[in-house]
């Protein structure tokens, strides 16, 4: 790589890490300011429990909670924050007539869009590596709300009517994935009109993989039976609930909420699992390799907009332009790959955006005037 070349990545690079950070100290701050009385509130449970300074352990929730948060904040903003260093970098160089002293010396345009691109695309392959590798790791802590400052992961978790195959629905206090351990359990068994029938309650239970039910404690069913007179209550002892709510499918049925945050191999089991049946996990699949492509495509088709001849453009009128185009696509993009289209396969779907947006990138990149 030329001095020239080294030049442009460093000054793109640069303006993306400083863009970036400004944004997530403004984003952090914000909900920071919303959410002070929980922050307060847990600096000083952690504080008067370990005789510490309460600003210290304040700055520490702050960071302990918003720390991780880099990771899910750069996946979901690198494709316009990498627009808008983009703009700067090229803009910078106009001021400077660094473009005209390029055109001068016979080096074409086209050399700026190809570093750029060039760091674009290390950028969008650490996204994947940070959808793939960092995120995963990390699910636990991001999943947690401010109720949950200074304390660790999700651990455990609630069940709050899940539907198995026969039209049971179940509710749990709490379901240990781990160790397949469910605490305060409530099955209504719905008869089929869809009316609740009968009710299941018990303390805890276990799973027992090999008989595919949950091994009740403390449980009894209540329900009724037909009399001369009508329908009477009946209260009997129950030691098993056959089911396919499994410890495993009720996590995934609930790390659905947050696929964005899961590996692509953690996607496919919690799909064969059974957590979603309507594609929306294809979508995710999907979704990760075309929203990194339009991130690329969407930088091909911006830079031109700022890559004008003259010293006297306006560039401010070139930033309008620039953003009034990829907000929306990228917008868009994320509506693409999250609505399923009737009769539409997920991966058509989710690539029908690249699939628009690459002859356009094509067509602007060969009529850059240069």
Not at 5 to 34: P, Q
Not at 133 to 149: E, G, K, M, N, S
Not at 344 to 357: E, Y
């Amino acid at each position: 790589m030329i001095l020239l070349d080294r030049h442009i990545m460093a000054r793109f690079l640069g303006n993306f890490v400083l863009l970036f950070g400004l944004l997530f100290i403004f984003a952090i701050s914000i909900d920071v300011v919303v959410q002070f009385d929980e922050f307060m509130k847990a600096a000083e449970m952690v504080a008067e429990r370990d005789g510490r300074w309460y600003l210290v352990v304040f700055i520490e929730g702050v960071l302990e909670f918003h720390g991780p948060r880099i990771f899910q904040f750069y996946a979901f903003m690198v494709g316009l924050v990498g627009v808008a260093a983009a703009g700067f970098t090229i803009v910078q160089m106009h001021r400077s007539r660094e473009l005209v002293a390029m055109m001068a010396a016979g080096i074409p345009l086209h050399r700026v869009v190809a570093v750029i691109m060039a760091g674009q695309v290390f950028l969008v392959l650490l996204q994947l590596a940070d959808q793939e590798v960092i995120l995963p790791r990390l699910a636990t802590r991001l999943a947690r709300f401010h109720d949950r400052i200074l304390q660790p992961g999700v651990e455990t978790f609630e069940v709050s009517l899940a539907r198995d195959v026969d039209g049971d629905l179940m509710y749990a206090k709490s379901v240990d994935a781990n160790n397949g351990v469910a605490t305060t359990i409530l099955v209504l068994r719905r008869g089929e009109t869809g009316v609740a029938e009968e009710r299941i309650t018990a303390s805890s239970a276990v799973w027992n993989a090999e008989l595919e039910a949950w091994e009740l404690e403390n449980a009894q069913i209540l329900g009724t039976s037909a009399a001369n007179e009508g329908r009477v209550a009946v209260r009997e002892t129950i030691d098993l609930w056959e089911t396919d709510l499994s410890p495993k499918k009720l996590l995934a049925r609930r790390s659905a909420g947050f696929a964005q945050m899961l590996s692509i191999s953690q996607l496919r089991a919690m799909r064969d699992e059974g957590a979603s049946n309507d594609g929306g996990l294809d979508r995710v699949i999907f979704g990760r390799f075309s929203g990194a492509m339009v991130n690329l495509l969407v930088m091909a088709i911006v830079t031109p907009f700022f890559l004008i001849r003259t010293a006297s453009a306006n560039m401010l009128l070139q930033c309008v332009k620039a953003s009034s185009l990829t907000i929306p696509v990228l917008i868009g993009t994320l509506a693409a790959t999250s609505i399923s289209l009737t009769g539409v396969p997920p991966g058509v779907g989710a690539f029908l955006p690249v699939v628009i947006l690459l002859p356009i990138a094509f067509g602007r990149l060969a009529y850059l005037k240069s």
